[in-house]
């Protein structure tokens, strides 16, 4: 990039005082709110705390830890042996504050992601730069412009910062802030060509939800089209499975305990306790009959994993950084305990996507439907679990319209693109055979 550019890019960028001022404002209010009464209220939502996030479960696994029980026995604990001892180690750092901790880790994940955005956005703004000699001469309104697009940074640190799903996510001690917090840092050593720590990071966050794995493949697509490097592909697929590997060792004492795996991958996989959350698994195997159980468990966890993840890698392979985020998007909606930590990261990021956003169509449905779902959720389940005047079915239909609306922003987004790269491609011109076309999604 030459010295102008550069020049132009710094000018446009957010002022280092108004990014700590802001990340101050987001420290104090998690700081009132974790030690107000609302705390313990959020902690024991369902749509914040589920079996594997749940900070209660890894404060009893802790205590029967030191007591030199296993806490892998019964069906209290579904943390990696790995993540307790990280948890551990960090109380003892931080002598026994928790709050800290998760202040700390969700300050830490805001901040990576605006690096990764800034390194994003520049490359975007680059290749379109070199590929403007092919776009069509009545495109020149939809380009990047600079004013815009290298302010984009800043608008996903406030959109992590300050989203009701994230602060919840934090104020109610959801382990979800780590899962977060690693898979940030995928995506920042993803676009800053660093194949062996993305390797590195992308393994712990397998290891904490296996669905992760599939992040794999478009993060090798990214090395390939963005820095043109096999080697750095090679390098990303052997630093995971090596660190899976060394992840595995660790967790069953180099071998000897795999006694984890049932209560860590187990759950996930068979969905043995089907308290209510934001998901779909719950409810269909409250009402599933046993003998259809396992052909159910399939389908459900096939459609979260590998449905959908080679038609949509070879749809968008030139669009590595949108695939990696729509990927993580369609693992949100469809696995098996979700929670709002895991909506609000991948909402977070959407404000690095407006260049595509301008041919969006159902931001007002996907706001409104977001916006209503989120208010019924708890008064709804309040209804039901403690006046007995609602039942589950009324719980599951609005976590039906929450996925529903999520379904409908990730369509959005991807249609976005397919229209925006028509458009640069084409131009504006939509007259087929002298009349007025429509571009449409079949």
């Not at 712990?204 to 750095?232: C, D, E, Q, R, W």
């Not at 041919?359 to 449905?365: T, V």
Request: include cysteine; aromatic fraction near 16%; glycine fraction near 4%.
């Amino acid at each position: 990039m030459s010295l102008k550019k550069h020049n132009f890019v710094q000018t446009n960028s957010v002022s280092l005082s108004r990014i700590i001022s802001t990340c101050l404002a987001a420290i104090m209010l998690r700081y009132y709110l974790m030690l107000s009464k609302y705390q313990a209220v959020i902690a024991n939502h369902v749509e914040v705390s589920t079996p594997l996030n749940s900070w209660k479960r890894v404060s009893e696994g802790l205590y029967l830890l030191s007591l030199k029980i296993n806490p892998y026995e019964g069906d209290v604990l579904h943390e990696t042996p790995l993540s307790l001892f990280m948890y551990k180690k960090i109380l003892q750092i931080f002598q026994g504050k928790v709050h800290l901790v998760f202040i700390k880790f969700d300050i830490l994940t805001a901040i990576i992601l605006y690096f990764a955005i800034k390194r994003y956005v520049l490359e975007v703004y680059n290749e379109e730069e070199r590929n403007k000699h092919t776009y069509a001469k009545d495109a020149v309104d939809s380009f990047l412009r600079p004013e815009k697009i290298f302010k984009t940074p800043y608008y996903v640190l406030l959109a992590y910062l300050f989203n009701p799903y994230t602060i919840l996510n934090s104020v109610g001690y959801s382990t979800t802030v780590f899962y977060n917090f690693y898979l940030s840092c995928v995506l920042f050593t993803m676009v800053n060509g660093l194949p062996l720590l993305c390797g590195i990071f992308l393994a712990k966050t397998a290891s904490i939800s296996f669905y992760s794995l599939v992040l794999l493949l478009p993060g090798v697509i990214y090395f390939n089209h963005i820095f043109k490097s096999v080697k750095m592909c090679v390098i990303c697929v052997v630093s995971f499975v090596i660190s899976s590997l060394v992840i595995v060792l660790m967790c069953s004492d180099y071998g000897k305990d795999f006694s984890y795996f049932r209560s860590v991958y187990g759950c996930i996989l068979n969905v043995p306790d089907l308290q209510p959350n934001i998901g779909l698994f719950w409810y269909f195997f409250t009402e599933m009959f046993e003998h259809f159980r396992e052909l159910f468990i399939y389908a459900f966890q096939i459609n979260t994993t590998i449905l959908y993840l080679v038609p949509i890698s070879i749809k968008f392979r030139n669009q590595p950084f949108l695939l990696i985020i729509a990927i993580n998007f369609i693992i949100t909606i469809f696995k098996s305990y979700p929670s709002v930590g895991d909506v609000g990261f991948v909402l977070s990021i959407m404000p690095a996507f407006p260049h595509i956003f301008e041919f969006s169509q159902q931001g007002f449905l996907v706001g409104t439907m977001l916006i209503i779902t989120t208010c019924l959720g708890p008064i709804v389940y309040y209804l039901w679990i403690y006046c007995n005047s609602a039942n589950a079915n009324f719980y599951f239909g609005v976590t039906l319209a929450f996925a529903v609306a999520q379904i409908f922003l990730l369509t959005d987004l991807l249609f976005s693109q397919v229209k925006r790269e028509y458009m640069l491609k084409y131009g504006k011109d939509r007259k087929v055979d002298g009349d007025e076309g429509n571009l449409c999604l079949e």
